[in-house]
């Protein structure tokens, strides 16, 4: 416990930093969402290609949202089985 707390006071703790999704299954369905996403983008007209960044950012932004909310919940949850336990 020691470490993980010198970790995080230095700022070495970074679990975004640490978790990595790069399986074969991650990184092929990565490739092949990337290589369809630029072909249909780049069959679109500019204002189309504007509105579509648009719409993404906002669902990157959602989803990165919707991630500190559960990264939060699950963090709350395993404090209090701790304090239950201890």
Request: include cysteine.
């Amino acid at each position: 416990m020691h470490d993980i707390l010198k970790h995080w006071y230095e700022g070495n703790l970074s679990p975004l930093d640490e978790i990595n999704a790069g399986s074969p299954e991650y990184n092929a369905i990565q490739a092949r969402l990337e290589y369809r996403y630029h072909r249909f983008f780049a069959s679109l007209t500019p204002e189309q290609q504007t509105q579509l960044t648009q719409m993404t950012e906002d669902m990157y932004s959602l989803v990165a949202k919707e991630n500190y909310i559960h990264f939060a919940y699950g963090f709350r949850l395993g404090a209090s089985l701790l304090c239950e336990i201890f």
